[in-house]
């Protein structure tokens, strides 16, 4: 390695490694730094494990609606919860392994705490090296009272459940927010006996107080949930005690599921010579990844805007880009998307609700309760609302809680990031039956409130021009 290296790369998560991949195409002069475990925090305590647990939640759950289908026996079916945390970590250490493999570049990655002592200079096991430029990709970790660590392993977060050998029978959530629920609900279904407690009527993002409303009285059918001042926590002979608005309950671990904060101490932020925000983070432009103009760039859930596996990537590839080229490039982002897998699922696409209240929309729904497909499905619960431009009809959002929210969820973040307009949606091809004509009616209810109305859902044709099928 040259004296001075042409790029840093601290933090090896899903921002570190797109970044590696750009960097590594324009040089061999380079570092990447991780303190901890390598591996990314999808892989390891994330988006992975927490996936496999809800899988095998919602195939135990599927049981309570075999009655409907004619099929009988259902109440002879068990969990077999270590078998379950077996397998979540089987796959899950499957994972893990193709990120370490994709991180190990040989003497140019190196493990320790990284810090930065200026624009162009990163210390790291007693070690200084001089650097063109720095890519922050540090990451974050789970919200945690110090206090509560008195209380050992009952209680818990991402980074230690996936862990365990088993659980209790009573587990209290602490926080309703993507993790939160997506967890929350997966415990309830493997027949634990779930309470969840927040501080507000709030879960997964939604905005949109009808979906909000359509959502929680599920949610409130499989757990209960305790809405009040923040969670105390004490010991107790028999696990722990958790108290809150005056009401008192123990059980056997706590689930801390409140929010990531990020890895920023002793980094060294404060040495780039720029104002720092309540959160300790500089200012950083989100199209470039930049900061200040400095030869520094930012990747990565450390910076809360849009803290998705997705989004980390996109920023670790701008950050690449920008801190190996000779003028840093701005790159449109992606349309907003973002997916929590309770049952329904719940998803936020393009422009929230709350995003819209200058402006001049009309919204178009559907209740999935009459929804043929999902009905047929015993899957009928839930609330679709897409938001259109009312002068254009271009798609500006939506809201949801829905079966099969997941990929009506990209049907529309692909509708949007197009452009498209409500009419254009309409004239796409739907089948029959499919949960999709849901979205087709939320579609032509927001038609019918734009000021130009459509004659029909199809284009007019020349007479001579040959048919789609000839």
Not at 212 to 234: C, F, R, S, V, Y
Not at 375 to 399: P, T
């Amino acid at each position: 390695m040259n004296p001075t290296l042409d790029c840093i790369i601290i933090g090896a998560g899903s921002a570190g490694l797109a970044a590696l991949r750009e960097v590594r195409k324009r040089t061999d002069n380079y570092l990447i730094i991780n303190d901890g475990p390598w591996g990314t925090t999808c892989a390891r305590v994330g988006c992975m494990p927490s996936k496999l647990l809800i899988e095998a939640a919602n195939a135990f759950h599927r049981r309570e609606s075999f009655d409907a289908f004619g099929i009988r026996g259902a109440q002879e079916l068990r969990i077999d919860l270590p078998a379950v945390f077996e397998r979540v970590r089987a796959l899950r250490d499957g994972f893990v392994s193709g990120t370490i493999k994709d991180s190990d570049v040989g003497e140019r990655q190196i493990s320790g705490k990284a810090q930065i002592l200026g624009p162009g200079r990163v210390a790291v096991n007693g070690k200084e090296y001089p650097t063109r430029s720095i890519i922050i990709a540090t990451g974050t970790r789970p919200r945690f009272d110090d206090a509560w660590k008195a209380l050992g392993d009952r209680v818990l977060t991402t980074d230690s459940l996936f862990e365990q050998a088993t659980l209790g029978k009573r587990v209290a959530v602490l926080g309703l927010g993507a993790v939160g629920v997506e967890m929350a609900q997966a415990l309830a279904r493997l027949g634990i006996e779930v309470s969840a407690w927040v501080t507000k009527k709030s879960t997964a993002g939604l905005s949109d107080p009808q979906v909000l409303d359509t959502l929680w009285p599920l949610l409130e059918k499989e757990m209960t949930i305790h809405i009040g001042e923040p969670a105390q926590l004490a010991a107790h002979k028999d696990g722990v005690q958790v108290s809150s608005a005056g009401h008192s309950e123990v059980v056997d671990q706590v689930l801390v599921a409140t929010g990531r904060v990020p890895n920023l101490e002793g980094l060294g932020l404060e040495t780039l010579g720029v104002e720092l925000d309540k959160r300790g983070l500089p200012p950083m432009d989100m199209n470039t990844r930049q900061i200040a103009g400095l030869p520094v760039f930012i990747a990565g859930d450390i910076d809360p805007a849009r803290a998705l596996l997705h989004e980390a990537v996109d920023e670790g590839h701008i950050a690449g880009m920008n801190a190996m080229a000779d003028k840093v490039q701005n790159f449109c982002r992606r349309t907003m998307l973002a997916i929590t897998f309770c049952q329904p699922n719940a998803a936020i696409v393009g422009q929230r609700f709350t995003d819209l209240k200058d402006q001049d929309f009309v919204t178009g729904e559907i209740d999935f309760r009459r929804q043929g497909r999902a009905r047929v499905a015993q899957e009928d619960a839930g609330l679709l609302k897409i938001y259109a431009e009312r002068k254009s009809g271009r798609l500006l959002g939506a809201e949801m809680c829905a079966p099969a929210g997941e990929h009506l969820a990209h049907l529309l973040a692909l509708a949007i990031e197009a452009r498209m307009t409500v009419q254009d949606m309409l004239g796409m091809p739907f089948y029959h039956p499919v949960v999709e004509e849901g979205l087709r009616t939320a579609l032509r209810r927001a038609a019918s409130q734009l000021p130009e109305k459509m004659i029909s859902d199809l284009e007019q044709c020349d007479l001579e021009s040959p048919s789609v099928m000839d």
